[in-house]
């Protein structure tokens, strides 16, 4: 008999405890930089095991979470939209034309057995982590799902010679990570590290240098 509720319970946490790696779109920025701390790609092995043992105290049922970096300050460059170099030796009177719409808001990566659920409603898209995580460090992390801003705009500008203009998309955000694991029945059925990044602003930002 005993044999057969161990079964079951093993086939219970090999259910639950999917094993996923995913990565956010923050991951492909242009430039990404971070002061004060390291993102959750950045960790070392030996790193990423010790913050795991921070988590190791056994539970009956539930979440063991440990925060290593809160509001870590980010800036970043998503993309480079245009860049024009003037090699001529008069000045050039240059026009753009924008349209642009900002919808995400957050991004969550993970590693390990940790899993993610998307889902989709009318106003936003948001991401949470599965087994309930989300619930575990939202006392802690600010959420913010939804962002919708429509712009347009037209400009010019003289680019002199030997200078370059570009224009790209520069935000701010912040970071958190940390690790986690989950619990049933005093058996580790799922472990990894988790990381959430927050956008605080995002705008349009034009550069002329000389080159």
């Not at 980010?74 to 034309?97: Q, R, V």
């Not at 990566?109 to 948001?126: A, D, H, P, Q, R």
């Not at 912040?174 to 049933?184: D, L, M, Q, R």
């Not at 005093?186 to 988790?194: H, Q």
């Amino acid at each position: 008999m005993k044999k057969i509720v161990l079964c079951v319970l093993f086939m219970f946490v090999v259910l639950l405890a999917p094993s996923i790696k995913a990565n956010s779109n923050y991951s492909s920025f242009e430039k990404l930089e971070v002061a004060g701390g390291k993102m959750l790609s950045d960790w070392t092995s030996s790193e990423y095991k010790d913050y795991l043992k921070k988590v190791s105290s056994r539970k009956f049922l539930g979440w063991n979470v440990q925060f290593i970096k809160k509001q870590l300050k980010a800036t970043y460059i998503t993309e480079t939209l245009y860049s024009f170099y003037n090699d001529g030796s008069t000045a050039m009177e240059f026009h753009y034309d924008m349209k642009s719409e900002v919808k995400q808001k957050f991004d969550i990566s993970v590693t390990g057995s940790l899993g993610i659920n998307s889902s989709t409603s009318v106003k936003s898209k948001e991401k949470t982590f599965s087994n309930g995580l989300d619930t575990k460090i939202k006392a802690e992390v600010s959420y913010s799902y939804e962002s919708k801003v429509t712009e347009s705009y037209s400009t010019k500008i003289l680019v002199d010679p030997g200078t370059q203009l570009d224009i790209y998309i520069y935000g701010e955000g912040k970071i958190y990570n940390g690790v986690a694991a989950n619990y049933i029945f005093w058996i580790r059925a799922a472990e990894g590290g988790f990381e959430i990044f927050t956008v605080t602003t995002q705008y349009y930002r034009m550069e002329k240098r000389q080159i």
